[in-house]
């Protein structure tokens, strides 16, 4: 949930009053996705079932230990959605990991 705050809280303190959010559960898991929609851009948050998170890591070389405490913590996938009619310019390697509100400084994240 800090996560989430993080992330759509400062999308209103831009101004954009005109944005939109949604919360949907879906029936079958009770898993909650969240979406963002402004302008043609979109930013969607769903929550991961810790199988699901699980295996995605431990395919890419994650140690079991490590993968199962990230499972059983809370994990979201994202989708970000440019079908506005203005292109979109973001930097991957600004992007940071932040903890508890603090920002990692390593780099490649």
């Known amino acids: 949930m800090k996560f989430l705050i993080a992330v759509l809280l400062p999308l209103f303190w831009m101004g954009l009053s005109a944005a939109s959010v949604t919360m949907e ?14 302008d043609g851009v979109s ?5 991961r079932l ?7 890591l431990q395919g890419r070389g994650f140690p079991a230990e490590i993968a199962n405490e990230l499972a059983t913590s809370c994990f979201f ?10 292109p979109l310019d ?5 992007w940071k990991v932040v903890l508890e509100f603090r920002v990692s400084e390593e780099k490649n994240h």
């Open 43 to 47: 930013l969607r948050l769903v929550q």
């Open 25 to 38: 559960v879906g029936e079958k898991t009770g898993l909650r996705t969240w979406q963002w929609n402004h």
């Open 90 to 94: 973001f930097d991957l390697t600004t």
């Open 77 to 86: 996938g994202s989708m970000f959605r440019n079908d506005g009619s203005l």
């Open 50 to 56: 810790p199988d699901q998170t699980r295996a995605y």
